[in-house]
């Protein structure tokens, strides 16, 4: 696959209510076979050498989602993360460098606190970014970055007239990851829904029908397999 292969997946990690619900079981269900699934494809990326894939975990809109809901994803998150503590030596040998974006400072404490130190225990791993965008909005972070340059503007740090993309990108959360070039979306959802606007202004798009906890690494290696085949022109 080589040059063909992506340098940055998103992944939209969507059908987990669907999933239970076909099933008879409660939604929070569907999204612990989802974090499974996440786990399985996040492995996966590393044995490939993808350098950077993003999963969409929470984002800001699903705050409005029952707070039982809510509760299951974040202990979802918190068992994952006590977990990759223990997996220390696995993240190593397989070159797993974890990474968050969203505005991480609105959850449970303890959560950020697991998410520093899981930061900070992978820094030095180089194979691939496993990215989680946890509270994550894509015109949030739009407006993030804008605010910031405005802010500079106003001190005389910066010329508004002078500001570039790149000045912008540098202000995103993910300033040293390459564009998105592959999202992925299961579940036969045909949106973006808010997840990384600015970074997937020329990725090419993936759908399947499959609710993603009946998704696998069959799955992925046809999104990869069918992205080698498309022609990206920039718009040129
Ligand atoms: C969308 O499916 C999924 C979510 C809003 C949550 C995704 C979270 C996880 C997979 C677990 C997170 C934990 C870790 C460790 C990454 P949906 O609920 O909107 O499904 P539906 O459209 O079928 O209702």
Not at 197 to 224: G, M, R, S
């Amino acid at each position: 696959m080589g040059d063909s292969l992506p340098r940055h997946v998103g992944i939209i990690m969507d059908g987990n209510g669907r999933w239970a619900k076909q099933r008879g079981l409660p939604r929070t269900e569907g999204h612990k076979q989802g974090a499974e699934v996440f786990e399985r494809i996040c492995d996966h990326c590393a044995e490939l050498g993808i350098p950077c894939v993003t999963f969409y975990a929470f984002s800001t809109e699903n705050w409005a989602r029952p707070p039982g809901e809510v509760a299951a994803i974040m202990d979802l998150l918190r068992h994952w993360l006590r977990k990759a503590e223990e997996r220390e030596g696995e993240n190593r040998r397989r070159g797993i460098r974890l990474r968050f974006i969203g505005e991480l400072s609105a959850l449970p404490e303890d959560i950020q606190s697991l998410a520093a130190d899981a930061e900070d225990h992978t820094r030095a791993h180089t194979r691939t970014i496993c990215n989680l965008a946890v509270n994550y909005g894509g015109r949030l972070e739009i407006l993030r970055a804008a605010q910031t340059l405005a802010a500079q503007c106003q001190t005389g740090a910066r010329n508004a007239i002078d500001l570039t993309e790149e000045d912008i990108a540098a202000q995103l959360y993910t300033p040293e990851y390459p564009d998105v070039d592959l999202l992925i979306r299961p579940s036969g959802e045909k949106r973006l829904s808010n997840f990384l606007l600015w970074q997937a202004a020329y990725a090419e798009f993936w759908y399947a029908d499959t609710l993603w906890p009946d998704f696998t690494t069959a799955h992925f290696e046809q999104a990869l397999a069918d992205f080698a085949k498309r022609s990206r022109r920039y718009g040129g």
